[in-house]
C-alpha cells in the first residue's frame, strides 16, 4: 500500500511541477511581447524622410552617371518601402506603397542600363507616382519634386574609377 502512495504522490508531484513550469514559460513569454510591445519603431514619418533622402541622392548619383551608387540608392528606397509595410501594415498609407512599386521597378531598369536620358524619365514618372500615392491617401500637401541641390553636401556623387 505504501508503495502504491508513492506512486500516486511522486505522479501528483509530477503534475504539479510540469504546471509550475507552464505557468513560469506564460510568465516569461508575456513578458517579452511587453518588451516587444514597447520597443521602438519607426513611424511612417521616418521612414518616408528616409527616402525623401535616397530620392535625392538617386537622382544625383544618376546625373552624375555614378550607376553604382544610383542602383544602392533605389534599392535602399526599395527596401524602406518593404520596412513600411512590415511595421507599419496597420495603416492605410501602408497599404497603398506597393503603387510605387512599378514605377521603381523601370528606375532599376534605368539605372540598369546606364542611359542618362532613361534615367531622367524613369525618375520623373517615379517622383510623379510618388506624388500620386501622397494624393491617394490624403497627404497631397506633400509634393516631392526633382532635386535642384544637393541632398547632402559631405558626399561626391561622381563616380570613382
Same mark, same amino acid.
Given at each position: 500500500?505504501?508503495?502504491?502512495?508513492?506512486?500516486?504522490?511522486?505522479?501528483?508531484?509530477?503534475?504539479?511541477? !510540469?504546471?509550475?513550469?507552464?505557468?513560469?514559460?506564460? =510568465?516569461?513569454?508575456?513578458?517579452?511581447?511587453?518588451?516587444?510591445? =514597447?520597443?521602438?519603431?519607426?513611424?511612417?514619418?521616418?521612414?518616408?524622410?528616409? /527616402? #525623401?533622402?535616397? !530620392?535625392?541622392?538617386?537622382?544625383?548619383?544618376?546625373?552624375?552617371?555614378?550607376? +553604382?551608387?544610383?542602383?544602392?540608392?533605389?534599392?535602399? /528606397?526599395?527596401?524602406?518601402?518593404?520596412?513600411?509595410?512590415?511595421?507599419?501594415?496597420?495603416? +492605410?498609407?501602408?497599404?497603398?506603397?506597393?503603387?510605387?512599386?512599378?514605377?521603381?521597378?523601370?528606375?532599376? =531598369? =534605368?539605372?540598369? !542600363?546606364?542611359? *542618362?536620358?532613361?534615367?531622367?524619365?524613369?525618375? *520623373?514618372?517615379?517622383?510623379?507616382?510618388?506624388?500620386?500615392? !501622397? #494624393?491617394?491617401?490624403?497627404?497631397?500637401?506633400?509634393?516631392?519634386? /526633382?532635386?535642384?541641390?544637393?541632398?547632402?553636401?559631405? #558626399?561626391?556623387?561622381?563616380?570613382?574609377?
Amino acid at each position: 500500500m505504501k508503495i502504491i502512495i508513492l506512486i500516486c504522490l511522486f505522479f501528483f508531484t509530477g503534475c504539479l511541477v !510540469h504546471t509550475n513550469s507552464g505557468d513560469a514559460d506564460k =510568465a516569461v513569454i508575456d513578458s517579452l511581447r511587453m518588451k516587444i510591445d =514597447a520597443s521602438y519603431h519607426p513611424g511612417l514619418g521616418e521612414f518616408m524622410s528616409g /527616402i #525623401q533622402t535616397h !530620392h535625392a541622392k538617386l537622382w544625383f548619383a544618376g546625373m552624375n552617371s555614378n550607376w +553604382k551608387l544610383a542602383d544602392f540608392e533605389v534599392h535602399e /528606397i526599395i527596401e524602406s518601402l518593404d520596412d513600411i509595410e512590415n511595421f507599419d501594415k496597420e495603416r +492605410k498609407e501602408s497599404k497603398m506603397v506597393s503603387m510605387i512599386r512599378p514605377a521603381l521597378d523601370s528606375m532599376v =531598369a =534605368a539605372v540598369n !542600363h546606364e542611359d *542618362t536620358t532613361d534615367f531622367r524619365r524613369k525618375f *520623373t514618372i517615379l517622383t510623379e507616382t510618388c506624388n500620386k500615392c !501622397h #494624393q491617394a491617401v490624403e497627404f497631397g500637401f506633400n509634393v516631392v519634386t /526633382i532635386p535642384k541641390a544637393l541632398p547632402v553636401t559631405n #558626399q561626391d556623387f561622381t563616380p570613382k574609377p
